[in-house]
């Protein structure tokens, strides 16, 4: 089970930190990913960690948002700065199982607005 928090109402040009909780003892096996789907849109994968902490990022969020893992508490976390109004969506939570290419566990989602 994931369980997002941290989504909210902010400011273009502000900052916010999303965390994602998840339950069982293998999460530092799984490969996190967060996903966003703005109004309109499909959904797309904002960033992901590998278990060795390697952190991909999509090109709009490069440089912006820094995505980050605690094995210990079984925490993914996706700091979010220089917000803009594009980057305003539901974001989702989402994990990989060890050898497989698509994410099989998804969190309900928090929403992001971000006003201009």
């Known amino acids: 089970q994931l369980v997002e928090s941290g989504g909210g109402l902010v400011q273009a040009g502000s900052s916010l930190r999303l965390s994602c909780v998840a339950s069982?003892?293998?999460?530092?096996?799984?490969?996190m990913g967060w996903f966003r789907q703005g109004p309109g849109k499909e959904r797309e994968l904002v960033a992901r960690?590998?278990?060795?902490?390697?952190?991909y990022y999509a090109e709009s969020v490069k440089g912006r948002f820094t995505i980050s893992r605690d094995n210990a508490k079984n925490t993914v976390d996706l700091q979010m700065k220089s917000l803009k109004p594009e980057d305003t969506a539901v974001y989702y939570c989402?994990?990989?199982?060890?050898?497989?290419?698509?994410?099989?566990?998804w969190g309900q989602g928090t929403q992001v607005t971000v006003s201009s």
């Open positions: 989402a994990a990989r199982s060890p050898g497989t290419l698509n994410y099989n566990y």
């Open positions: 069982g003892r293998t999460f530092s096996t799984y490969v």
């Open positions: 960690i590998s278990v060795s902490s390697i952190g």
